[in-house]
């Protein structure tokens, strides 16, 4: 859990946790943008495949990346089969089951490859910065590139109350186990109901009082951050030659269709 949810890779010396921060946050958007409008899936998982090999060479563990992207997976995953069996009318196979034949469509198929192949490859881009880089300072770059105030707040408290309530549900799912509430399948499903409620419920709790304590402390909206030095020429020169990079692979997979 501690490896999980802390930035203990970001205070690792290598040579992009020493790039400035404004630099990653520029690539990673570059990145971003080439994933979304690539016009097929390879793209995309080439880009997933970069990020993984860039996160296992600078010292990442195997099984923390298979958790981080387990939730991408799944999603990709889901979107596989509620497209290539929901979408389109022309049959590629038919898959057999007891009672029920479910028609795989060619429409249906990419897709689902598509969404999938973005999933993927948008998900390694934002896990490389977040390996790479604090989240204070990817906040700070993007108050600097003039992102709204307010989303930047928005985003910096929800970041620092997530661990809160992740705390909070830890210790009533112990407590929950101590009292035998994961004995059978309805007892486990009735205490992760209410474990989610609870949860829930304490999560407004907490902004309440959040609120009330940064108020009472002078908070007006705004949260003072420290500047940042001078660009670097080098760090400046990294980014746009990483974005140049993405962006020519972009038009060289529109002309080719991948």
Request: a positive charge.
């Amino acid at each position: 859990m501690f490896d999980l949810f802390t930035d203990i890779y970001t205070d690792r010396q290598n040579r992009l946790t020493r790039m400035d921060p404004r630099s990653k946050v520029l690539a990673a958007g570059a990145t971003l943008a080439s994933v979304l409008a690539a016009p097929g899936p390879i793209l995309p998982m080439a880009i997933c495949v970069v990020c993984v090999v860039t996160m296992l060479s600078i010292g990442v563990k195997l099984k923390m990346l298979a958790v981080r992207l387990l939730p991408a997976l799944f999603m990709a995953a889901m979107a596989m089969a509620l497209q290539m069996f929901f979408t389109g009318v022309t049959p590629m196979a038919v898959l057999p089951l007891p009672g029920v034949s479910l028609v795989i469509t060619q429409e249906g198929w990419r897709m689902g490859a598509m969404t999938s192949a973005r999933v993927m490859g948008a998900t390694s881009a934002l896990l490389l910065l977040g390996f790479t880089t604090p989240a204070h300072r990817i906040f700070a770059a993007l108050r600097w590139m003039g992102v709204s105030e307010s989303w930047v707040e928005l985003a910096m408290n929800i970041y620092r109350h997530t661990f809160t309530l992740i705390d909070s549900a830890s210790d009533m799912y112990c407590a929950q186990r101590v009292r035998l509430g994961y004995t059978g399948a309805r007892q486990a499903a009735t205490s992760a109901g209410v474990l989610a409620g609870s949860v829930l419920l304490r999560s407004f709790e907490q902004a309440e009082r959040a609120s009330e304590a940064m108020t009472a402390r002078g908070y007006n909206g705004k949260t003072a951050m420290a500047p940042f030095p001078a660009y670097g020429k080098l760090d400046f020169a990294a980014a746009i030659g990483w974005a140049v990079v993405v962006l020519v692979a972009l038009g060289v997979a529109w002309k080719v269709g991948a």
